[in-house]
């Protein structure tokens, strides 16, 4: 039924809304299965539409607001009475390759509910924009926006939300009616991208607004410094970004990073500017980025240390450890780039060279704290830390330690500190899910203070520069070998030459090859 049916109907507006999340590492043994989406967050129905409430949380504690809010607050702000319809909202911790039960699973679901609720005037979908998986779904983005298309047919308005590390595919592009990513890095700016994603769905709808869309593929996967968004060198470019969506005429201006670790062929970066109407202003405004956007490929990546060198940064740091504390970010084992989070090589590291470092230091550990559940708080045991989920990456290792303490957390499962015996300045969260040390509650809330630590050991690339601002003085980014390291895009048999692999001096023919096919 056509929105112009509705209004004469006197109906609401009818917007079905649901997401289905996860960010993919390739390079992970750890498949990510329907109980890693059970396990961190899976709503539907009306409990979706009470968390995306007023008043509710979203996703728990880890993201109280999420587009999916930002976009209720679009419905309850609309000029014209809407019905909003809750699809489901599945989410998972980055991980590797989607497993093909969860994928027919998730994708059955969502058409099931998505042709429950027809007839609909439009679509509001959150994606991550870096999910892989195996065999016949090895992209389900484009298998999930094929789904949705299967039910609603290919005019019905449909907006798509990604996150600013999606890494767009021409059927991605062409399957969302309005598409829109997040506008920062660390990614702060998920209910703003909900609701602008929004508004321009109820916008289209009512026929206010022609949406258009122009965007460019960049043979680019590395660059940009540290990507931060108000850091030189990408602070032009999202200023940029900000300058254009100041006009009447554009709809949405978003740069696309992507996510390194995974194994595509046509990986890169991309821009995507969507205009009301105005085709040959969208074609000139996505050529303009692009050009901005090659001009910081050259600034690398923040250097990262080895083990030892960066064990004695921390200890030369004396200032850092007395007005607060040295995050030290295991970039071999970021838990929110899709590593397993049982990293041993920096703890092997740390028994070596630093024992006299008050340090925290988490690991994922299902099947040690398994076999150490009937071992009370003050009670010694033997722990068997690393060689299960990742062996290749994560080796071996045996150490006695006193347990102090047990917890049962959302999102963490078990968790038990544990205070090494003969290094008696370190201490271990053993979590049976991935440690997610977003924020400085992920050690308080074990009773921990992070304001005691010389070092604490963060399993997070970014968004915990935010949390952490008070307690953090100095971030030192260290590399133990793992399926983490920045360097795995060499291995890929990219689709034609690409920067940093290659030497090119022009983005053009990379984006015809990827986006036109020619």
């Known amino acids: 039924m056509s929105s112009a049916r509705s209004r004469e109907g006197g109906r609401p507006l009818r917007i079905a809304y649901g997401r289905i999340t996860t960010e993919t590492n390739a390079y992970s043994p750890v498949p990510t299965t329907l109980e890693d989406f059970q ?26 607001d999420a587009e999916l809010s930002g976009f209720m607050r679009a419905v309850r702000r609309a000029s014209v009475p809407i019905e909003a319809l809750p699809l489901l909202s ?33 679509v509001m979908l959150a994606l991550h924009g870096a999910m892989r998986g195996r065999g016949v779904h090895a992209n389900p983005e484009e298998g999930i926006l094929e789904a949705v298309r299967d039910v609603v047919g290919p005019d019905l308005p449909v907006a798509v939300t990604m996150d600013l590390h999606a890494h767009l595919t021409p059927t991605k592009v062409e399957a969302a009616t309005l598409l829109r990513g997040y506008q920062t890095n660390p990614h702060r700016d998920l209910p703003a991208t909900g609701r602008r994603a929004g508004e321009l769905l109820i916008e289209t709808i009512l026929g206010h607004v022609r949406p258009v869309t122009a965007w460019r593929a960049l043979p680019m996967v590395m660059g940009g410094g540290l990507t931060i968004d108000f850091l030189p060198p990408m602070r032009k470019v999202f200023r940029r970004l900000r300058e254009l969506q100041r006009r009447r005429s554009v709809l949405s201006a978003s ?37 901005l956007v090659w001009s910081v490929r050259q ?23 007395a007005l607060g504390a040295v995050c030290m970010v295991d970039a071999s084992d970021v838990v929110g780039a899709g590593a397993a989070g049982e990293n041993t ?52 290792l045996a150490l006695r330690a006193r347990i102090l303490r047990r917890a049962q957390r959302p999102h963490f499962g078990q968790v038990v500190t544990a205070q090494l015996l003969d290094s008696p300045r370190i201490t271990l969260v053993l979590t049976e899910l991935p440690p997610i040390t977003l924020r400085p509650s992920f050690f308080a809330d074990v009773g921990l203070d992070p304001w005691r630590a010389d070092i604490l050991v963060i399993k997070n690339f970014f968004h915990f520069r935010i949390f952490f601002a008070a307690v953090n003085r100095k971030t030192i980014g260290v590399r133990t070998r793992g399926v983490t390291d920045l360097d795995h895009y060499r291995s890929i048999d990219f689709d034609g030459p690409v920067h940093p692999k290659d030497r090119l001096f022009d983005w053009r023919p990379g984006d015809r090859r990827r986006r036109l096919g020619r």
Not at 270 to 283: F, M, P
Not at 299 to 321: K, L, M, Q, V
Not at 361 to 368: N, S
């Open 299 to 321: 600034h690398p990546p923040p250097r990262i240390a080895g083990p030892e060198e960066a064990i004695a940064e921390a200890r030369s740091a004396r200032w850092a450890r």
């Open 345 to 396: 090589n920096l703890l092997r590291a740390l028994l070596l060279h630093g024992r006299d470092l008050i340090s925290y230091v988490p690991i994922r550990a299902p099947a040690a704290l398994e076999e150490i559940e009937e071992i009370e708080p003050g009670e010694e045991a033997e722990l068997h830390l690393g060689g299960a989920l990742d062996p290749e990456s994560n080796p071996k």
């Open 39 to 64: 396990r961190f967050h899976l709503l539907r129905g009306a409990e979706l539409e009470r968390a995306c409430g007023r008043g509710g949380a979203e996703v728990g504690e880890l993201a109280r």
């Open 90 to 122: 599945a989410w998972a911790v980055p991980s590797g390759p989607l497993a093909g039960p969860a994928y027919e699973a998730l994708v059955g679901e969502l058409r099931a509910r998505l042709r429950a609720a027809l007839p609909l005037d439009g």
């Open 255 to 291: 740069l696309f990073m992507s996510h390194p670790w995974l194994d595509s062929a046509d990986l890169g970066w991309s821009v995507h500017v969507i205009t009301d109407g105005d085709r040959a202003l969208a074609e000139q405004l996505a050529d303009e980025l692009a050009c």
